[in-house]
């Protein structure tokens, strides 16, 4: 299992900035781990914002595009988004996922793992 809690939500103004962190855990080895910021807003479906592979490869939604940035630290198994000239239509809650390669015989298997969550309010 992997455990992941994000921090760093809260309430800013209309071209501020927040950072979100997400700090996983647990006793699953991944082979390789591709990190997602998500977000869902009120009556709306969630909808990927960004995503950082192993690698350090990286990819945005087109609405969030030289705003956020994600990064991760392997080291410290801690992915991070930091949101930039914030819009009232970035209010949401954030989810951290990861998606884990795992070593299965006879073939490696994917799972998924979800935070709980953390609000984001950009007020105008």
């Known amino acids: 299992q992997v455990q992941l809690v994000e921090s760093g939500g809260g309430l800013a103004q209309a071209g501020g900035s927040l950072r979100l962190s997400c700090a996983a855990s647990g006793d699953t080895i991944c082979i390789s781990s591709t990190m997602g910021w998500y977000r869902q807003a009120p009556g709306k479906e969630r909808e990927l914002v960004a995503g950082?592979?192993?690698?350090?490869?990286?990819n945005y939604a087109d609405s969030v595009k030289g705003r956020f940035t994600i990064s991760r630290d392997n080291a410290k198994n801690t992915v991070l988004l930091q949101m930039n000239t914030l819009k009232p239509e970035d209010t949401a809650v954030y989810y951290c996922?990861?998606?884990?390669?795992?070593?299965?015989?006879?073939?490696?298997?994917?799972?998924?793992?979800w935070g709980q969550g953390t609000q984001v309010t950009v007020s105008s």
């Open positions: 950082i592979t192993s690698g350090g490869s990286t």
């Open positions: 996922k990861a998606s884990c390669l795992t070593r299965r015989w006879p073939n490696n298997k994917l799972y998924d793992y």
